[in-house]
């Protein structure tokens, strides 16, 4: 198991992602998935 880091003498939580970073990463992931998707379909139908 890792051991806490200590930050001024206290024990520091582990670091947890914001709403606004996953809606970043769905969004970063989205659209060049999209993008491939809609030019395949164009390319093949």
Known sequence: MKQSKQI????AAAPRMTKAAALLIAIGLSVPVFLLLTLLDTVVF
């Open 8 to 11: 001024m003498g206290q024990a």
